[in-house]
T-cell receptor
Framework: QQQVKQSPQSLIVQKGGISIINCAYE??????FPWYQQFPGKGPALLIA?????SEKKEGRFTISFNKSAKQFSLHIMDSQPGDSATYFC????????????FGAGTILRVKS | DGGITQSPKYLFRKEGQNVTLSCEQN?????MYWYRQDPGQGLRLIYY???????QKGDIAEGYSVSREKKESFPLTVTSAQKNPTAFYLC????????????FGSGTRLTVV
């Protein structure tokens, strides 16, 4: 119930292409869904987040799509660049569980130039 | 600059020894967290603290201990009871508002030799 399942485990995209990472959850109490970006040897940093009352949120080249009925959400990176190469984590939290973040397993993205 | 400092960056420990990882923040955040990162498993919560002198176990607390005597500091001790301690350890902090996300440190890589 507390799990967030993330796929794919790794992804290779050509420069300029679209990177898509998917996550799914079971716990309907989750009400906040952030994405974190992590570069090698560094801690993750908040990239973008969404609440379940909206179906899409866009910030620059990054878009979260959210499907409440399917309990799924995804990150789209438009016009992917080599500098986007990193590990991406989806996460979820709920006020019911003290706002602690539950993370997905991570996706290693490599953008080829 | 405000942030989270984790030290040391690399740590080697002999089997059977306890070791303490340092985490200091100057963000004036109330909540602090310890996560363990292993390849393909994402970030798993070890312990968290929402206020000074109080902390709770996360999902994988066995073999670990923490203290929160000061708001700025949340050290993690990896004890000899932890069966597989080699991992990348991340400390994070947050304010009550989820919109600001977690601020992570740069991590400590612990290797048992």
């Amino acid at each position: 119930q507390q799990q967030v399942k993330q796929s794919p485990q790794s992804l290779i995209v050509q420069k300029g292409g679209i990177s898509i990472i998917n996550c799914a959850y079971e716990n309907t109490a989750f009400d906040y869904f952030p994405w974190y970006q992590q570069f090698p040897g560094k801690g993750p940093a908040l990239l973008i987040a969404i609440r379940p009352d909206v179906s899409e949120k866009k910030e620059g080249r990054f878009t979260i799509s959210f499907n409440k009925s399917a309990k799924q959400f995804s990150l789209h990176i438009m016009d992917s660049q080599p500098g986007d190469s990193a590990t991406y984590f989806c996460a979820a939290s709920s006020m019911e569980y003290g706002n602690k973040l539950v993370f997905g397993a991570g996706t290693i993205l490599r953008v080829k130039s | 600059d405000g942030g989270i400092t984790q030290s040391p960056k690399y740590l080697f420990r002999k089997e059977g020894q306890n070791v303490t990882l340092s985490c200091e923040q100057n963000l004036n955040h109330d909540a602090m967290y310890w996560y363990r990162q292993d390849p393909g498993q994402g970030l798993r919560l070890i312990y968290y603290s929402q206020i000074v002198n109080d902390f709770q176990k996360g999902d994988i607390a066995e073999g670990y201990s923490v203290s929160r005597e000061k708001k700025e500091s949340f050290p993690l001790t990896v004890t000899s009871a932890q069966k597989n301690p080699t991992a990348f350890y991340l400390c994070a902090s947050s304010v009550p508002s989820r919109e600001n996300g977690y601020t992570f440190g740069s991590g400590t890589r612990l290797t048992v030799v």
